[in-house]
């Protein structure tokens, strides 16, 4: 699969290190794919012994670092989410209206992204039992009149 492109390509290796941490289940754009690398796994210690990262503007470039440099971890998405759905407890789902980045594994990009009828479609009382199945494009769409 190939992945998608980043925002802007030009801000790649701007973003802060930190991120919150997978979740949300929707995306909007890709900012830039990274790579952790880990001293204490064979990577060569450039930042006194913590871990650091290197930010690529294709997952293709990502993929091709990770595997020829020891102590590196597969490629992570940094991702922005204008909207987002919290997950507090088990199957009960919070709708959330802000921005929020994270780092998402590669693979969670092969769902489809947000669209306008994205939210509404999970949302809905007659959604699929298993809600899920929006997100990962098997469900039926709504008419955009709707």
């Excluded at 001293?39 to 913590?50: F, I, Q």
């Amino acid at each position: 699969m190939r992945y998608p492109a980043v925002l802007d390509s030009s801000k790649v290796g701007s973003y802060p290190a930190s991120a919150k941490a997978g979740g949300g289940y929707v995306w909007d754009e890709v900012l830039e794919y990274r790579v952790w690398c880990h001293p204490e796994r064979g990577a060569p210690d450039e930042a006194e012994g913590s871990d650091y990262y290197y930010a690529f503007q294709s997952y293709e470039e990502a993929e091709a670092f990770a595997q020829s440099n020891e102590g590196a971890e597969p490629p992570l998405a940094l991702v922005l989410q204008h909207e987002y759905i919290d997950e507090p407890e088990t199957g009960q789902y919070v709708h959330v209206r802000e921005d929020r980045v994270t780092e998402w594994p590669v693979e969670f990009l092969s769902r489809p992204k947000r669209d306008e009828l994205t939210m509404a479609d999970f949302f809905a009382p007659d959604a699929p039992a298993n809600r899920l199945e929006v997100l990962r494009g098997l469900a039926p769409r709504r008419c955009r009149d709707a």
